[in-house]
């Protein structure tokens, strides 16, 4: 009887583990591609990589890279519109959406390397401290905006090592794991530097915009926002 009892005890005790599994292993839907040039792949936790197409859907956990001349736009069920760069990575690692309590929620996103460009959507609106990008050198905390991260992964002759973060509307924080922090207003770019040297301050706001960073054109506000419609994947 005791052998019986404890072989039902452990199956009761397997099936709780597997439905468990299964919760967890639930991918929780972020939005969609609008838009897929070139070479777009999608990894997900325990899967293969796959390539993106446009309609295809994107969940937490996923991890976006483009390569050379590619990009990918990619829009949440928020509103929230992102435009990944050519030879870029991110990973979406938290989303949470109740329009149902008042547009409540959090979206985290890690850019692991190239640029992003962000337009937030109903959870940066009403929740903006629940919104922000991360890199592997700061955390760009948003206040409703329209800006772009770019991640330069080695100091060059004209380039330093760092994170840059420009803002074409609105206004973003820059916010380091020492405690440092540095508002970036309308129009500015900040940079936080991988290596500074010494007197160096690790938190800029620079007097120019890196010709690196875009603007304009496709990704422009007002067709980011507005007209996503009119985005027209080219033929392959």
Do not use: W
């Amino acid at each position: 009887m005791t052998t019986f009892l404890s072989a039902r005890k452990l199956a009761l005790f397997l099936a709780l583990q597997l439905a468990g599994f299964g919760c967890f292993a639930q991918a929780v839907p972020v939005g969609s591609f609008d838009r897929v040039v070139g070479q777009v792949s999608v990894q997900t936790p325990g899967g293969p990589s796959r390539l993106a197409n446009r309609g295809d859907a994107v969940a937490v956990g996923d991890v976006v890279a483009t390569d050379d001349a590619s990009e990918a736009g990619i829009t949440a069920s928020d509103g929230t519109r992102m435009m990944l760069r050519a030879k870029s990575r991110l990973e979406v690692t938290d989303y949470r959406f109740e329009p149902a309590n008042n547009n409540a929620g959090a979206f985290v996103t890690n850019l692991l390397r190239g640029g992003l460009r962000m337009v937030t959507g109903l959870i940066g609106k009403a929740q903006p401290r629940n919104q922000r990008v991360t890199t592997n050198t700061a955390t760009i905390g948003i206040r409703g905006t329209d800006f772009e991260v770019v991640v330069i992964d080695a100091d060059a002759a004209d380039l330093r090592e760092g994170t840059y973060d420009h803002v074409f509307d609105g206004a973003t924080n820059i916010s380091l794991a020492t405690g440092e922090t540095l508002d970036v207003p309308k129009d500015k770019t900040g940079l936080a530097l991988a290596n500074p040297r010494p007197g160096e301050a690790r938190l800029q706001l620079l007097d120019t915009r890196p010709a690196f960073i875009r603007g304009g054109g496709f990704d422009a506000m007002q067709l980011l926002q507005t007209r996503p419609q009119m985005i027209i994947r080219p033929a392959r």
